[in-house]
């Protein structure tokens, strides 16, 4: 089985097209709409990446982003946003080395999955 991949985006939409997406790329992927669940699931799973949608009801992508790497420190995490200025809004995480990757909305999907290739090894 492939390695493993957690997306956390309300957006249901979002969140099954990217499920499907890796999934056809040979990737095992939790897709989750709830950010309660999302939570559990970090608590308990073990990722080789996730994705996490930056705004959120209840639960923001920076939220799920710190209890990502308090669970594992050298997971590789992924923002993704439709905000406009999602790089900038990022862009101290991104230099600081917390996050590994902000994806804007809409998303090129081969760009995406070069980029996901080259951070899951």
Same mark, same amino acid.
């Given at each position: 089985?492939?390695?493993?991949?957690?997306?956390?985006?309300?957006?249901?939409?979002?969140?099954?097209?990217?499920?499907? &997406? &890796?999934?056809?790329?040979?990737?095992?992927?939790?897709?989750?709409?709830?950010?309660?669940?999302?939570?559990?699931?970090?608590?308990?799973?073990?990722?080789?990446?996730?994705?996490?949608?930056?705004?959120?009801?209840?639960?923001?992508?920076?939220?799920?982003?710190?209890?990502?790497?308090?669970?594992?420190?050298?997971?590789?995490?992924?923002?993704?946003?439709?905000?406009?200025?999602?790089?900038?809004?990022?862009?101290?995480?991104?230099?600081?080395?917390?996050?590994?990757?902000?994806?804007?909305?809409?998303?090129?999907?081969?760009?995406? &999955?070069?980029?996901?290739?080259?951070?899951?090894?």
């Amino acid at each position: 089985m492939g390695k493993n991949i957690l997306i956390v985006d309300d957006d249901k939409g979002i969140c099954d097209s990217l499920s499907v &997406l &890796l999934r056809e790329e040979g990737y095992s992927v939790d897709g989750i709409t709830d950010g309660l669940l999302a939570k559990a699931r970090i608590r308990e799973g073990n990722y080789d990446l996730c994705i996490f949608d930056y705004k959120m009801k209840g639960v923001t992508g920076i939220e799920l982003l710190k209890m990502a790497k308090e669970a594992d420190p050298g997971c590789p995490v992924f923002i993704i946003s439709g905000v406009l200025d999602i790089d900038g809004i990022c862009g101290k995480w991104k230099k600081a080395g917390i996050i590994d990757g902000v994806i804007s909305k809409p998303f090129d999907v081969e760009a995406l &999955l070069k980029r996901i290739a080259g951070v899951i090894k």
